[in-house]
């Protein structure tokens, strides 16, 4: 969760279609995960209303499965929820960095 003054947001991943069921096809705890992307996606609606009830931005990060696999790979960790949770984070967290600076600019 990143915060500022006043504001506090939370990164969650967001499936397509397409990504959810590769997603349950690769992950180490597709019991997890819900049977159907209908109700993933209600399960995930619930999420972000419970977030904003508790004053929390959810930003939803669009997850690339290929994108996710790699992170994962690169941070030695399983393809589990808390996998997809961290790579969501990284996400939100590459959007918000402040562009470096090079040499003579």
């Not at 508790?54 to 941070?75: F, R």
């Not at 790579?87 to 939100?92: D, G, K, Q």
Request: with cysteine; net charge negative.
């Amino acid at each position: 969760m990143i915060s500022g003054s006043e504001t506090h947001i939370a990164a969650v991943a967001w499936y397509s279609p397409a990504a959810w069921a590769e997603l349950r096809r690769i992950v180490v705890d597709p019991e997890t995960l819900e049977e159907s992307y209908d109700a993933w996606c209600a399960v995930f609606e619930r999420g972000v209303r419970t977030l904003a009830e508790a004053g929390i931005s959810a930003v939803c990060m669009p997850i690339d499965v290929d994108g996710y696999v790699a992170w994962c790979g690169k941070e030695r960790h399983p393809l589990d929820s808390e996998g997809r949770a961290g790579y969501a984070a990284e996400l939100l967290r590459r959007q918000h960095q402040t562009p470096r600076r090079t040499r003579g600019a």
